[in-house]
C-alpha cells in the first residue's frame, strides 16, 4: 500500500509541474532567480545567534565557518593581489604543503600601475579571479591602494603608485575583472597605511582635504566605480583610532556618504577591542592570534548583545553584509562560475602587464634595442637575473606554476648565434672576487646587460618593514661604474621598486626600470631587449634625485615620532610637492620613454552637456606615431586651476589614454571631462567644489612634458557633497 502511495506521488510529481525552486531547493535563499536582498533576509531568519556570530569571524586562517545544516559552505579567502596564494595550515603561516596549490604570478601591482592600461588591469583581475575560483576560493585579498607617500614604505611594491586618478583607475579594472569570475575583490589597506613602520600602532594625523583628495579617492572608486564587495582595514591608527575599528573611516565614509554595501573585514589580527569593532562598522574579524572564540567579534561580542550592551540589529547588519557578498559572488549557486588555472591565456596576461609595465628611462644613441644580428657575446651580469622573485614580499608572494628569470629570457630569446654569458657581479655578503669576475666579464662582451636593484629581502621590498635607505643595496653603485668603465655599452636593468641613480646614471646609456615583473617576467625583459616589443610603461611614482627631495623626508616627517606620523606635506604628496617646490626629480611621474617617437597636436576642447557620464568638455587631440617602430604611448591629461580659492597643486592627472600606434599613423584621442575633474574637496563645506574661473589643460607624455595647453572657463561654481 505505502509503495503505491509512493509511486502514484512520483506519477503526480511528473505531471503536475512545481514551481523550479520546490524542485531543487528546500528553502529560499538557496534559489538563484530570486533577488539578493530576499536570498538575504530569507537566509538571515533562519540563523541561529550562534550561527550569525560564527559568519562574522575567522574559524582558521582564511576562512570562517561552514553551517551544515543549512547547506552554508566554508568560506574561503586568499591573497591577492598578485595571484592567488600559496595555502598555509589552519592556523599557521606555514605553508600547507599541498601540491596543488600553484598559481599564475603576475607582476607587482607597481607594475600594473606602470602600464597605465586599466583594460589590462582587467585582464589581469579577471585571470586572478578564474585561478581564485579553480583553488576554491571566495574573496581575494586585493587589490592594495595605499599611495606611495615615501619612497621607502616595505609594501610600495604591491601598491598602485602616487597619484589617487591613476591608482583609481587601475584599481577599478582589476577589480571589475576579478568580479566578473564569481568571487569578491577585497580592496587594501583602508585607509593610510602608508607605511611598514610601526604598522600596528603608528597614528596618522592627515588633514581633511589631503585624506579625501590623495588618499581616499581609490577606495572611493573602488567602492563606486567598481562596485568591490569586501573592503580591508589597515593596521594602522588614524586620529587616534585603529583603523580595523574606526568610526569615520568605516561607518560615516564607507558606509554612510559611499554607501557601501559590503563587508568590511580586518587585517589579521587587527583588531583590538570588542566594543569599538561592534559598534564602529567592522562586520568581519579575520586573524588567528588567539582562540577562535576569544575573537572580539566571537565570545566577548556575544557576551555583550546578551547582556544588552550590543544591539541585535548591528549583529544583524554584519551578517547582512558577510550573506550579500556570499550571494552576489553566487557562492550557493550551481551555476557558479568553475574558473582555470595557468591557461596560455593566464600567461600570456602576465607577460603583457609586463612588456607594457617595463619602463625605459634612459635610451642615448638608440643602445636598445639590441638587435641580435650584430650583437655577437652579451655579458648579462646581476644577481636579479637569475633570482626568483614571485615567492617573496611575504603576504603577496605566489608559489608560481614556473617562472622566467631575466637570464632565461635572454638566453631563450637570443638564439643559438649569439653567445651570452653570466657573472654574477654582487650577493648580499658577496666580495671582492664577485665584481672582478664581473668586470672581466664585461671587457669581453659587445654589450652588458647588467640586472640588479632591489628584492623581497625583509627590509627591501617586503611587507613587515620599511628601507631604511633610498640607496641600492650590496655595492651595485659602485659595481655598476665599475662596469660602465670596462664597458660603456652598458644597460642597467632595475627590479624593484625606485632607488637613487645619481652616482652613475650619468655614466650609463641606458636604463630600464622592470619592478617585479612575475612568472613571464624574463620572456617580457627579453622582449623589450630584442625590440620585440617597444616599452610603453610609464612611472607610476616621481623617482627623486635623492631621499630628502621627497616630501615626507624634506619635512622630517617620517617615520613619525611617539607613536604618531602627521602628514605635514597635506596635499603635496609626489609630483606635487616637486612641482610646488620647483625641485628637479631623477625621473618625472609619467616618464617613460618608447622606441619610437610620438607628436601631439591639435588640441580642442569640446563643451558637451553633461549628457553621457556627466561629460561636460571633451579634451581632443592628436598623437601621432612619428618614428619607425609601432609603438604605444600614454597621453596624459592634467589640470591646473587659476586663482583658486583654496590652495591647490599646480597640476593634478585628471584623465590618461594608452594608445597603440603603427609607424606613421595619427589617432585621435578623446579624453571625457566631467565636474570633478575640476573639483577640490572644501574641508569646511565637507564636499567638493568645483569653482567658477579659468583652468588650464595640459596634455602630454608625463608630468613634466605637456606640449599641449588648453583654456578652459568653468561658467558656474558646483557643490557636490559627494
Ligand atoms: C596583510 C594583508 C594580508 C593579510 C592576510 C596581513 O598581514 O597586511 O595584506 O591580506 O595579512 O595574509
Given at each position: 500500500m505505502k509503495m503505491q502511495a509512493c509511486l502514484l506521488g512520483a506519477v503526480l510529481a511528473a505531471l503536475v509541474p512545481l514551481p523550479a525552486m520546490a524542485q531543487t531547493n528546500q528553502y529560499p535563499f538557496q534559489d538563484s532567480g530570486l533577488p539578493v536582498e530576499t536570498r538575504v533576509e530569507d537566509l538571515l531568519a533562519r540563523l541561529t545567534l550562534a550561527e550569525k556570530i560564527s559568519i562574522i569571524h575567522a574559524d582558521s586562517k582564511f576562512t570562517t565557518a561552514a553551517i551544515p545544516r543549512l547547506g552554508i559552505p566554508r568560506r574561503w579567502m586568499s591573497d591577492g593581489p598578485h595571484g592567488v596564494r600559496e595555502d598555509v595550515g589552519p592556523d599557521t603561516w606555514q605553508p600547507a604543503g599541498h601540491t596543488d596549490d600553484f598559481s599564475t604570478a603576475m607582476p607587482a601591482g607597481i607594475c600594473l600601475a606602470a602600464t597605465w592600461n586599466p583594460d589590462l588591469g582587467f585582464s589581469e583581475g579577471e585571470a586572478i579571479g578564474q585561478e581564485a575560483r579553480k583553488r576554491g576560493k571566495d574573496i581575494m585579498l586585493g587589490p592594495g591602494v595605499n599611495i606611495l607617500r615615501t619612497p621607502l614604505c616595505g609594501r610600495n611594491f604591491e601598491y598602485l603608485g602616487e597619484d589617487p586618478f591613476l591608482a583609481s583607475r587601475m584599481a577599478v579594472g582589476y577589480i571589475r575583472g576579478a568580479q566578473s569570475q564569481d568571487i569578491s575583490s577585497c580592496v587594501k589597506h583602508f585607509a593610510l597605511n602608508n607605511q611598514e613602520f610601526e604598522r600596528g600602532s603608528i597614528n596618522v594625523e592627515v588633514d581633511g582635504r589631503a585624506l579625501h583628495e590623495i588618499y581616499l579617492p581609490a577606495f572611493k572608486a573602488a567602492v563606486q566605480d567598481a562596485g568591490v564587495w569586501s573592503v580591508m582595514g589597515a593596521y594602522n591608527q588614524f586620529r587616534g583610532q585603529h583603523c580595523c575599528e574606526n568610526d569615520l573611516l568605516f561607518n560615516k565614509i564607507l558606509k554612510d556618504e559611499w554607501g557601501f554595501k559590503g563587508l568590511v573585514m580586518s587585517d589579521w589580527a587587527g583588531v583590538h577591542d570588542t566594543r569599538e569593532a561592534a559598534l564602529n562598522g567592522l562586520d568581519l574579524e579575520m586573524g588567528t592570534e588567539r582562540n577562535y572564540d576569544d575573537f572580539y567579534l566571537a565570545q566577548p561580542y556575544l557576551d555583550g548583545l546578551k547582556s544588552g550592551e550590543f544591539p541585535m540589529a548591528g549583529l544583524d547588519d554584519k551578517v547582512r553584509r558577510n550573506l550579500r557578498v556570499m550571494f552576489a559572488t553566487h557562492v550557493l549557486d550551481a551555476d557558479r562560475k568553475p574558473g582555470s588555472l595557468n591557461t596560455a591565456a593566464h600567461q600570456a596576461v602576465a607577460r603583457r602587464v609586463a612588456e607594457e609595465g617595463i619602463v625605459l628611462l634612459k635610451n642615448n644613441n638608440h643602445t636598445l634595442p639590441l638587435d641580435e644580428t650584430k650583437v655577437k657575446t652579451i655579458a648579462v651580469i646581476g644577481e636579479n637575473a637569475t633570482r626568483l622573485h614571485a615567492h617573496g614580499g611575504d603576504s603577496s608572494g605566489i608559489k608560481a606554476f614556473y617562472e622566467i628569470t631575466p637570464l632565461q629570457g635572454i638566453l631563450n630569446r637570443a638564439g643559438k648565434d649569439v653567445n651570452v654569458i653570466y657573472s654574477e657581479g654582487y650577493q648580499k655578503n658577496g666580495g671582492e672576487n664577485l665584481a672582478k669576475r664581473a668586470v672581466a666579464a664585461a671587457k669581453t662582451a659587445d654589450v652588458v646587460v647588467y640586472i640588479g636593484g632591489l628584492n623581497h629581502d625583509k627590509g627591501l621590498d617586503c611587507e613587515g618593514a620599511d628601507r631604511t635607505s633610498l640607496k641600492l643595496p650590496y655595492g651595485q653603485d659602485e659595481l655598476i661604474q665599475k662596469i660602465a668603465a670596462a664597458n660603456p655599452k652598458i644597460i642597467v636593468v632595475l627590479e624593484g621598486t625606485m632607488v637613487e641613480m645619481d652616482p652613475w646614471l650619468h655614466k650609463v646609456p641606458a636604463v630600464l626600470?622592470?619592478?617585479?615583473?612575475?612568472?613571464?617576467g624574463g620572456n617580457a625583459l627579453a622582449r623589450v631587449l630584442f625590440g620585440d616589443v617597444s616599452p610603453s610603461g610609464k612611472l607610476p611614482a616621481t623617482f627623486p634625485k635623492q631621499l630628502e627631495d621627497s616630501p615626507a623626508h624634506a619635512l622630517g616627517n617620517y617615520p613619525g615620532t611617539n607613536g604618531t606620523v602627521t602628514y605635514a606635506e597635506g596635499l603635496l604628496v609626489g609630483y606635487r610637492w616637486f612641482d610646488a617646490k620647483n625641485i628637479e626629480p631623477q625621473f618625472p611621474f609619467g616618464f617613460g620613454l618608447s622606441y619610437t617617437t610620438f607628436k601631439y597636436s591639435n588640441l580642442k576642447l569640446v563643451e558637451a552637456d553633461g549628457g553621457l557620464n556627466g561629460t561636460i568638455v571633451t579634451a581632443q587631440f592628436e598623437i601621432e606615431n612619428t618614428g619607425p617602430r609601432a609603438g604605444a604611448e600614454v597621453a596624459q591629461l592634467y589640470v591646473h586651476q587659476e586663482n583658486p580659492g583654496l590652495p591647490r597643486p599646480k597640476k593634478e592627472l585628471k584623465g590618461f589614454k594608452k594608445v597603440f600606434l603603427k609607424p606613421g599613423e595619427t589617432q585621435t584621442v578623446l579624453i571625457p571631462l566631467d565636474q570633478k575633474t575640476f573639483s577640490f574637496f572644501d574641508p569646511d563645506k565637507k564636499g567638493w567644489v568645483a569653482e567658477k574661473g579659468e583652468f588650464k589643460i595640459l596634455v602630454g607624455s608625463s608630468s613634466r612634458d605637456t606640449a599641449l595647453q588648453g583654456n578652459y572657463r568653468l561658467a558656474e561654481t558646483v557643490f557636490d557633497k559627494d
Open positions: 626600470q622592470a619592478w617585479y615583473p612575475g612568472m613571464e
